[in-house]
């Protein structure tokens, strides 16, 4: 049972970057998924969050209108499209699943991915 995030890099202000969260050994359908982030001397924050049946999908004040959070069943993968990046953004970003969102929080997380960096700089 694995889950991943992976997609982030160094990118200049105002770029895009898509972030995938993927999952080997067990279906991301059961599940709710959210984005997280923490920046050097941070705590963690949550990003943007997707329920089981993608009827809601949340995001923090920060992100949106910039970020979008969807998912693909087929491929077992849920995203995290980011555009507009700024400065402010960069960030370790992770994937997790849990049994509902509120707001960005998720409620009863069960597998968290391992980060992926994005940095955005010009």
């Known amino acids: 049972v694995q889950l991943q995030a992976f997609g982030g890099g160094l990118v200049q202000p105002g770029g895009s970057l898509r972030l995938s969260c993927a999952a080997s050994?067990?279906?991301?359908?059961?599940?709710?998924i959210g984005w997280f982030r923490q920046a050097p001397g941070k705590e963690r924050e949550g990003v943007s969050c997707i329920s089981m049946a993608n009827v809601i999908t949340n995001y923090a004040d920060s992100v949106k209108g910039r970020f979008t959070i969807s998912r693909d069943n087929a491929k077992n993968t849920v995203y995290l499209q980011m555009n507009s990046l700024k400065p402010e953004d960069t960030a370790v970003y992770y994937c997790?699943?849990?049994?509902?969102?509120?707001?960005?929080?998720?409620?009863?997380?069960?597998?968290w991915g391992q980060g992926t960096e994005v940095t955005v700089s010009s």
């Open positions: 050994g067990f279906t991301l359908d059961y599940y709710a």
């Open positions: 997790a699943t849990g049994n509902y969102c509120s707001g960005t929080t998720l409620i009863g997380s069960a597998y």
